[in-house]
């Protein structure tokens, strides 16, 4: 598997030569040296959700997150890459904060890879007296313990208003879901809001009648996950163009249900069609089709039409796919990451497939000239991993943000349409994989 390699690297000074227990208040206080904060805690704790009998969530910041947890799924050989890719430097001064237990376990494989001076910090986050650093839309980013509870009628941080639908996303006919699924959740086969023969979206009308027959109306929260979440995030960025006020996609997926351990049920759930309640779309401007990216692409200064695809799509090594033949990308579009192949996002995406660190991605849109302040579309193939990093954009704040529908598939059938090939000359060095 190939990945990319960044430093993020977070300076302040360490309390003496010998490294020692510390507050976050006494970190955050002194700042002449350079150490390092391993927050090893769940990413959802990390992007904003309080930690259980806690009043407040998210991070120290400069803190890099590193789940203990992982370190159960990934191979000894991997490890080593997996802390790299987040900007651990094993030689520096180490603090850790999460948990005492997973503390312990991700210490003592720190220092079987070299690392010395690791300690703990002797303080709850939620005692810090500075603010943390939270993601701006953190809580449509569901963890799957609050989902549960959810379902079985405990009391929520940032609840639904007016009732909710659970919505399992996948391509075909229902197998999987058939066999277990998540309690309560309704299915949606992508065949239905999408059509041939470049696979964007059905027309508004369709796309109503869908809606209706999941029994979602605009005020009605929407949770999605899928076995592969770039389609309950294709669903997402198609009901915040259609005005659901409130969608929401479970961070990890089925994963992260089945990671934790959680309860199931077979055979199919069914919702009683309702009304909308207004005319779609009430948010036209998520979703970008030929003629807005090409106006994208007049104004690269200001304007971002970001690739979400592996470099060898980009460069035109491969299409991708079997059913698209043309290679190579649109011409002026920035390369935004993507994963080893068409089918993953890894650079997107933690071991335990949670979101990856908003500062990770921050820092390779920023190599390659992508930023909040423009106005920023993405696309893919056609438009499932666009749409994941999408959903991504829009948890950490960004505003001006679109997926543009057709993606590589529809630009690249009009000859008229300028595309590129090949290495780009003096591309950020985060361009090139390394073996892992």
Known sequence: ???????????????SPQLMAATFDQLAADNNQDFQVIDCRSSNHYNGWPEANQTRGGHFPGAINFDADWLSTLRPQVVRAELENRGI??????????????????QSQLEALGSKNIKSIDQSIANYSRQLTALENYQQLVP?????????????IHPPVKGFKIVEVAWGPPTKYLAAHIPSALYLNTNTIES??????????????????????HDTTVILYGRDNTAAARVASLLMYAGVDDVRLLNGGWQSWVNAGLSTQPLRNRAEPV???????ANPQYIVDVPQARDILA??????????????????????????????????SKWGHGGSDAYHL?????????????????QFWKDWGINASQTVSFYCGTGWRASEVFFYAHVMGWKDISVYDGGWFEWSGDPSNPTETGDIPNAPKSAFYSEK
């Open 346 to 362: 890894e650079d997107f995406r933690n071991p335990d497939d949670t979101m990856m660190s908003p500062s990770i991605m921050t």
């Open 196 to 217: 041939e023969p470049w696979w964007n979206r059905v027309d508004d009308k369709k796309l109503e009648a869908v809606i209706r027959e999941l029994g979602v109306s």
């Open 1 to 15: 598997m190939k990945f990319m390699k960044w430093t993020l690297l977070f300076t302040a000074t360490i309390i």
């Open 89 to 106: 430097d094993l030689t520096k001064p180490t603090y850790l904060y999460c948990q005492p237990e997973k503390a312990d376990i991700l």
């Open 144 to 156: 799957a313990q609050w989902l549960n509870q959810l379902i079985n009628d405990e009391e929520v």
């Open 299 to 332: 104004d690269p200064q200001h304007q971002s039409l970001v690739s979400i695809r592996s470099w060898a799509e980009y460069t035109g090594e491969t299409s991708g796919y079997r059913y698209i033949e043309p290679k190579g990308r649109i011409k002026g």
């Open 275 to 281: 009304e909308f309640g207004r005319s779609i779309p």
